[in-house]
């Protein structure tokens, strides 16, 4: 029997349940860790950090840990980058409000400060960690200029890298 010309043809579908869903999609997206960024893309590579049981879990969500993680990725992409470039971090907020960072401090297990310059004027802002979007990037130091530290405050130490 055939079909009018102006009917589109028949669907099949074929349902199948929440796990086979889940595993075909897990199946076909690659691992973040499997999909190392190009050496050619200029950006330094960081070594990623899993946590291996559910007390590092918890650990691994505090604001300190995403500080202490970002302090040392900062200082593996010092060593990485050339004389002329240094590591820098810029905050992106809801509403697209960029902060150059300068320091950024746990403030609370999800609680972050974070100091910086917003169109040349200094700022402090206190957020939660999930708010706040970070920019990692590699920006060039003109050759008069010195290369500016980042510094980090993390269960009360201080560290500038």
């Known amino acids: 029997m055939s079909q009018p010309p102006d ?3 028949e669907r099949h579908t074929v349902a199948i349940g929440a796990d086979e869903m889940q595993a075909g999609i897990r199946a076909s997206r690659p691992l973040a ?16 950090v899993r946590p291996r049981n559910p007390l590092e879990e918890n650990r691994y969500r505090s604001a300190g840990e995403l500080m202490r993680r970002l302090a040392d990725t900062v200082t593996q992409w010092r060593a990485q980058v050339s004389a002329d470039s240094q590591p820098a971090i810029l ?7 960029q902060i150059n960072v300068t320091l950024l401090a746990e403030e609370s297990y999800h609680g972050i400060r974070i100091e910086g310059l917003i169109d040349g004027n200094p700022c402090m802002l206190l957020a939660h960690q999930s708010s706040v979007q970070l920019l990692c990037y590699v920006a060039r130091v003109e050759p008069e200029e010195t290369p500016r530290k ?3 405050i993390i269960d009360g130490e201080t560290r500038e890298v």
């Open 150 to 152: 980042i510094g980090f």
């Open 91 to 97: 905050a992106i907020l809801h509403g697209g409000v």
């Open 33 to 48: 860790a499997a999909c190392p960024v190009p050496s050619q893309a200029g950006v330094p590579q960081a070594t990623p």
């Open 7 to 9: 009917t589109p043809p």
